[in-house]
């Protein structure tokens, strides 16, 4: 059922990395802000011109400009924030950060037989870009008080999916920039937050070894299910808004319960016809 707009981002302008095509959860995200009144600059990697449909999502959010920027170049991102600020005539009140590739678990490597260069790689795109983005935007004097920024992460940062394998580190890195900047940007009167969804079946998502049993266990794992990629953006549009004015440095979980589990009836039951035993 589509959500009515209550105009929580009327006003607002930003700008949105990631979205590549119509299943990224950036892609939702920047027709959920859209939806909500806010403005928006969509960026992604310039490499993504090749098979991206950025120029299609631009039209149906308003014709938002499109800045092609490699988010682990620092001259690229001042390069973005400098044409941002001067399209919108002054300082944005949001960032979303919706980046991650793990080059290692692309290739299915076991996480003790990693390829350093690649690790590295991995982290910068889904870690460090977060920290290069944020210092970017602060070196430029392009948020304006009361600013919000957004990332998003995985319950792999605190537990072990063995497939997800280096992005688990780089999830946890991720986070921890979103705690140790948070400190620091409170006393500009700027937020940062982390929301923790539900495996989606993403162009990413989709590139990791063993993802549909991933995403079938937390399906059957959590109370509501899995949250799909447009819960996400709507959850995500709250923590962009006003209403969320107070709250920084969180992990934020939108994953229908996944986080608060243990066991589940059904996760029971399908362990024990696995191994040919029944329930006495």
Not at 19 to 26: F, R, T
Not at 86 to 109: A, C, Q, Y
Not at 222 to 236: H, I, W
């Amino acid at each position: 059922m589509p959500v009515k707009s209550y105009g929580l981002l009327h006003g607002k302008r930003g700008v949105i990395f990631g979205a590549m095509v119509e299943s990224s959860i950036a892609w939702s995200i920047a027709e959920a802000v859209h939806r909500e009144g806010g403005l928006m600059v969509l960026s992604n990697a310039p490499v993504t011109q090749r098979f991206g449909k950025l120029d299609e999502l631009s039209k149906i959010v308003g014709d938002a400009p499109v800045i092609y920027a490699d988010a682990t170049s620092q001259e690229d991102l001042d390069g973005l924030f400098a044409e941002t600020t001067e399209h919108f005539g002054g300082p944005i009140d949001f960032i979303v950060h919706s980046i991650g590739m793990g080059l290692n678990v692309r290739k299915d490597k076991e996480y003790t037989e990693l390829n350093y260069d690649w690790y590295h790689k991995t982290l910068d795109i889904s870690a460090i870009s977060l920290h290069r983005v944020v210092t970017s935007a602060l070196e430029s004097n392009s948020l304006a008080d009361g600013a919000s920024i957004v990332t998003i992460t995985y319950i792999g940062a605190q537990r072990i999916f063995s497939k997800y394998s280096e992005m688990g580190d780089a999830k946890a890195l991720l986070e921890s920039i979103v705690r140790s900047y948070g400190y620091r940007l409170g006393g500009l009167g700027v937020r940062i937050n982390a929301v923790s969804q539900s495996p989606t079946r993403t162009t990413a998502g989709q590139g990791i070894a063993g993802f549909d049993a991933m995403f079938d266990f937390a399906e059957k794992m959590s109370p509501l299910g899995n949250a799909d990629a447009e819960s996400c953006a709507d959850y995500t549009v709250t923590l962009l808004s006003d209403l969320t004015r107070s709250v920084t440095m969180q992990t934020l979980y939108n994953d229908g319960g996944f986080s608060g589990m243990g066991m589940s009836d059904s996760t029971i039951e399908l362990i024990t016809q696995a191994v040919g035993k029944t329930e006495k």
